[in-house]
């Protein structure tokens, strides 16, 4: 914007006005330091769309970490697919290996909600046998019939304060099959 050079002050002072009475002046963005967390499902065979679906859940519910897919170099988080139970090695806040195992899914468990729930390790979120379907990191224990793939307000808020801490987690597997057994 230009103005003429006698009405600089008095704009100056209103911006100062405006600011002391807390309105906002410009307005907010995204959070400048949301953390992006890369992902790799070019090995997740069948489970691709799942896992883009899975990652988009978390996208759509969090603002302090977005998941995209990498484009070329090293991935902060490679999903695989095998004959197994699904099963998350979490190397640091948003750092791992998932694998979407075919054992669960063949059970009838949905494949969105696997990969929701494997991606929620990754962002700190231990595994949580309620047997709850509203609960995302219930996984297996609330049963093949639950479809749910969105995590509950206490797991977005805990995702959000891992974030926003930037907090250190131990390196740790989550294997989806011992809560099966349950
Ligand atoms: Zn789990």
Sequence with gaps: MILPRTLRPVFGVLIAFLLALGVPVV???A???VRVVTYDASQAAEFRDAVDAGA???N???QNVRFEPASGGAADVVVLADDGWPRAEVIGLGQGRVWMGRQAVNEGH???RIAAHELGHIL???DNR???CEDLMSGASAGPQCKNSKPNPEEIAEVERNFAEGVRIAPRLYREGVLALR
């Design 60 to 62: 759509d519910n969090v």
């Design 31 to 33: 959070p400048e330091n």
């Design 27 to 29: 307005a907010t963005a």
């Design 110 to 112: 949905d494949t969105v």
């Design 130 to 132: 309620t047997g709850v």
């Design 124 to 126: 700190g979120l231990p």
């Design 56 to 58: 988009q859940v978390w």
